[in-house]
């Protein structure tokens, strides 16, 4: 039997920067939840959703942390988390990767210390991994992260009238001159690597584009977040992962987004179908074949 949570997050608001708000997470978040329950037959008590103020870091890491216990005790094999906020980047503490930069992601407290971010106000890719790499191969892990993963062609940013981007800089021009040399590794390789199995991971875009928010039908949503949710819908959710994929992709393409969502998953849960949610993953069959 499939026992499942999920946090869905989403934060529009920003304590200390009301100058960044955003404007489409909190639907982002809200839709997510709703997809999850209509869909994949979540029940409201298999969610937690933290919007805004209750999105900090410790209300995050500690919904987080709350799963990975309970996946830990063999109290669920299924765990889902979604955020839809701001991404920003710092320097890369590690000794052995000097050149490269971390990927964070900013919760409702974000602040800055000196001139650069508070770290201990960050949701850093590497804390989130350390995390995560905890839970057992029994237990099926699938993330949704539309954010921006670096400021790398934010330039065009000033021409979308109709959508801005989800990315913070860092807050000085020391701090941004420190990043300008250093590359930030994909989400995807420092989430999922050394030892995180049974893993899928959506993200919005390329590390080096926008992922963006716009109006649609009336109300801000997150480009991918919408796309993708609509085309889970349409699907009845009997297509591959793959396939649910080039339709997003060529949505974008076609109201002229230039983001790209990526999907990093294991052979066999990329080729399943959405429908694959409902089983454990030792239970999830293997394709007849692999579709292109």
């Not at 997809?35 to 919007?51: C, R, W």
Request: aromatic share 8%.
């Amino acid at each position: 039997m499939l026992h499942r949570k999920a946090l869905c997050v989403g934060i529009n608001q920003y304590q200390y920067f009301p100058a960044v708000r955003l404007q489409g997470c909190v639907n982002d978040a809200l839709e997510m939840t709703a997809l999850l329950k209509d869909l994949l037959g979540f029940a409201d008590s298999d969610i937690t959703l933290l919007t805004d103020q209750a999105a900090t870091k410790a209300n995050i890491m500690r919904a987080l942390k709350g799963m990975v216990d309970d996946a830990l005790a063999g109290r669920i094999n299924h765990i889902v988390f979604t955020f839809a906020g701001h991404g920003t980047q710092v320097p890369d503490l590690s000794p052995d990767e000097f050149d490269r930069a971390d990927e964070a992601y900013c919760p409702y407290d974000l602040a800055p210390l000196g001139s650069r971010w508070d770290r201990d106000r960050l949701l850093v890719d590497d804390e989130l991994h350390d995390l995560l790499v905890q839970l057992p191969s029994s237990v099926l892990l699938e993330l949704f992260l539309d954010t921006c993963h670096s400021g790398h062609g934010l330039g065009a940013a000033d021409l979308l009238l109709d959508r801005r981007p989800r990315y913070l800089p860092p807050p000085s021009i020391p701090a941004y001159r420190e990043l300008e040399l250093r590359r930030a590794r994909p989400a995807h390789q420092k989430l999922l690597e050394k030892g995180l199995s049974h893993h899928i991971l959506w993200t919005a875009c390329k590390e080096s584009q926008i992922a963006a928010e716009a109006c649609f039908q009336g109300d801000w949503h997150g480009a991918f977040t919408w796309h993708f949710c609509r085309e889970a819908r349409g699907s009845g959710n009997h297509l591959s992962r793959a396939k649910v994929l080039a339709k997003v992709r060529l949505d974008l393409r076609d109201k002229c987004f230039t983001q790209t969502p990526q999907l990093d998953c294991e052979a066999f849960t990329r080729h399943e179908s959405l429908k694959a949610l409902r089983l454990p993953p030792e239970l999830i069959p293997l394709p007849a074949e692999m579709p292109t």
